[in-house]
């Protein structure tokens, strides 16, 4: 029956002019097009690659302490192409996947050497980023160390969509080369840097283009590398689920181990639920201060919005704004309308109280014109 009604299909199209006409001019522009449907790679060609790759050779630690420098200059220089540069020369993603592989084949030899690798590289790359934060005398950080201590949900959902690609790409011999890609996308070597930098500076740290922001090192620390255990929990646990649905284990067999798992990236989600509720507190503190600003073009065109910091505890956010601005020029109607804004905006998302600060920088600006000699 199918067959006759695919029969009867093609003999329309084929009876048809125009269509005729268009499947023809299909083929020419696309070359006869098709999906290609490639098969996974065996279970001993996906375990050879994988007990390779779990193995800690000094290739693999050579390559880690050089991307370990290439990314603590970068961090410390606020230069985000030589940050990039190192996530593509660390190696830290494959025995992950390998770790991975081990848990869902039960192949505790392999599961247990990745770890330690992965152990192994992670202390080696903290030890060189502190001894790189002790010799060099910074004490001021720039953006691309503050983006790696205050991971939330979204450094979870990048982390598992990285696990999901890597994996896949581990089971396809046309995309292999794909995993360079997805180190770039979930970074870990980076955040184990700030981590070191973080111990090796000192106790406080100043935040660049905001001298009078003060924080604690320790606090830089922790956050750095609660970002790298998410990024850990979330690719492991997408890519035992990955590869177990290209079939090379078995989900009732690897249970407990894959529930282990899933109970890390519980823990985590607390610390990052509260990061991702600050974060949309402060999006939606910066949108109102915008509409501010555009309500006062001559104060917006002479002030800049250095940084914006909230904090939440419990129902009460902490709100902090530092501003630049010539002296005189930040009128109290300007305060009274941000103040406003702020509180009725917060008040939308179920803050009951606001604790609003803004600190005001004084600028001097001097002008020479048509100066001549």
């Known amino acids: 029956m199918n067959k006759q009604k695919k029969?009867?299909?093609?003999k329309?199209?084929?009876n048809n002019?125009?269509?005729?006409?268009?499947?023809?001019?299909w083929k020419?522009?696309?070359?006869s097009w098709r999906v290609y449907l490639e098969k996974p790679l065996t279970l001993e060609e996906v375990r050879l690659n994988r007990e390779a790759a779990s193995i800690p050779s000094f290739g693999f630690f050579f390559l880690l302490?050089?991307?370990t420098v290439i990314a603590s200059f970068g961090l410390i220089s606020d230069s985000t192409a030589v940050i990039i540069g190192a996530m593509i020369v660390a190696p830290l993603m494959n025995p992950i996947l390998s770790m991975a592989f081990g848990i869902i084949t039960r192949d505790w030899t392999l599961y247990k050497r990745s770890m330690i690798t992965v152990a192994l590289g992670a202390s080696c790359t903290i030890l060189i980023a502190f001894i790189l934060g002790s010799l060099i005398p910074v004490d001021v950080v720039g953006k691309e160390i503050m983006a790696r201590t205050q991971p939330n949900l979204i450094d979870l959902g990048i982390a598992i969509a990285a696990g999901a690609a890597g994996s896949f790409s581990l089971t396809r011999q046309s995309i292999a080369s794909s995993i360079a890609g997805v180190a770039i996308a979930v970074a870990l070597v980076p955040p184990l840097c700030v981590t070191g930098l973080g111990l090796?500076?000192?106790d406080k740290i100043v935040i660049q283009h905001i001298g009078s922001l003060i924080i604690s090192s320790w606090d830089v620390s922790i956050g750095s590398f609660l970002l790298f255990i998410v990024n850990l929990a979330g690719i492991t646990f997408t890519a035992c689920l990955v590869f177990l649905s290209q079939s090379y284990g078995s989900f009732r067999k690897v249970f407990q181990p894959l529930l282990i798992w899933?109970?890390?990236?519980a823990l985590v989600c607390g610390p990052l639920t509260g990061s991702m509720k600050e974060f949309i507190v402060s999006s939606r503190v910066q949108l109102e201060i915008r509409k501010v600003r555009e309500e006062y073009p001559n104060i917006s065109l002479q002030t800049q919005v250095n940084h914006i910091d909230v904090q939440l505890e419990g129902s009460t956010a902490y709100v902090m704004i530092l501003t630049n601005a010539p002296e005189g020029l930040i009128t109290d109607e300007y305060l009274k309308a941000t103040e406003e804004r702020v509180f009725d905006a917060l008040?939308?998302?179920?803050v009951n109280s606001i604790d609003l600060v803004i600190r005001i920088i004084p600028v001097r600006i001097e002008e020479y014109k048509n100066i001549k000699r």
């Open 65 to 67: 302490i050089c991307a």
């Open 28 to 31: 020419a522009i696309s070359s």
């Open 7 to 10: 029969s009867g299909f093609l």
């Open 17 to 25: 002019s125009f269509l005729r006409k268009l499947l023809v001019f």
């Open 12 to 14: 329309l199209i084929f």
């Open 200 to 202: 090796g500076i000192g």
């Open 347 to 350: 008040t939308e998302m179920g």
């Open 262 to 265: 899933l109970l890390i990236i």
